[in-house]
């Protein structure tokens, strides 16, 4: 167990949908980080967030967003859902010291199958 | 730009067996390399990492990884394998921002399926 915990686990949802994701960091751990698999994209960097502000940006859509809030937990928000954003989204977490390296811890990721 | 390049999409082995997991990576600067294993149904977990310092890196489960700069490689072994090793294992680096910040940059990833 990585301490870092993502809900929900599994989520069901429909083509033009919107859904959000969840994740609570480790305790300590400001920096967020969100990542997506897919069968055709493999893993992939989204964005990170550190306390609270966006840091760095990778291939995230325009129809995607994502924010931390004031308890550190982040929220990755999915619009116009396509068949193609059916994936699995990980988060990670890192510790507050911002040295040349922060090793970042995994979540159990959040299953999403868009129909 | 960095990159990550697993050569092997899928690796049978039976167990008890050696395996060698290849991973070759690019970069114009240096590099931190990392092992994730991702079992079934769970999210990642680190198995080694080279930062610096000695080029051999023992990481978890008995597994063991060698960063060579000539080559831009840094392969994954372990000299006997379980049957519960079989996972899916990925390769990444560590891709440096200003500030400090970093990302992973992973490679395809590796199926490693034993037999009994």
């Known amino acids: 167990d990585s301490g870092v915990t993502q809900t929900p686990k599994h989520l069901i949802t429909a083509t033009g949908q919107r859904v959000t994701l969840r994740c609570s960091p480790r305790?300590?751990?400001?920096?967020v980080y969100w990542y997506q698999q897919s069968l055709d994209q493999g893993l992939q960097f989204l964005i990170q967030?550190?306390?609270?502000?966006?840091?760095a940006k990778g291939n995230i859509l325009e129809r995607f967003s994502a924010q931390q809030f004031p308890d550190l937990h982040s929220e990755l928000n999915l619009s116009s859902l396509e068949l193609g954003d059916s994936a699995l989204y990980f988060c990670?977490?890192?510790?507050?010291?911002?040295?040349?390296?922060?090793?970042?811890?995994f979540g159990p990721g959040t299953r999403l199958t868009v129909l | 730009a960095q990159s990550v390049t697993q050569l092997d999409s899928q690796v049978p082995v039976f167990e008890e067996a050696p395996v060698e997991l290849r991973c070759n990576y690019s970069?114009?600067?240096?590099?931190?390399l990392f092992w994730y294993v991702q079992y079934p149904n769970q999210g990642l977990q680190l198995l080694l990492k080279?930062?610096?310092?000695?080029?051999l890196v023992k990481g978890i489960n008995g597994f063991e990884a060698e960063f060579n700069k000539s080559q831009t490689s840094f392969h994954l072994r372990k000299p006997s394998v379980h049957i519960s090793d079989t996972a899916e294992y990925f390769c990444?680096?560590?891709?440096?921002?200003?500030?400090?910040?970093?990302?992973?940059?992973f490679g395809a990833g590796t199926r490693l399926a034993v037999h009994p």
């Open positions: 990444a680096v560590s891709l440096m921002f200003s500030g400090g910040y970093n990302k992973l940059i």
């Open positions: 990670a977490s890192s510790e507050p010291l911002l040295s040349s390296y922060n090793e970042q811890f």
């Open positions: 967030y550190y306390n609270g502000e966006e840091r």
């Open positions: 970069s114009s600067v240096s590099v931190y």
């Open positions: 080279y930062l610096s310092g000695s080029t």
């Open positions: 305790s300590g751990d400001l920096s």
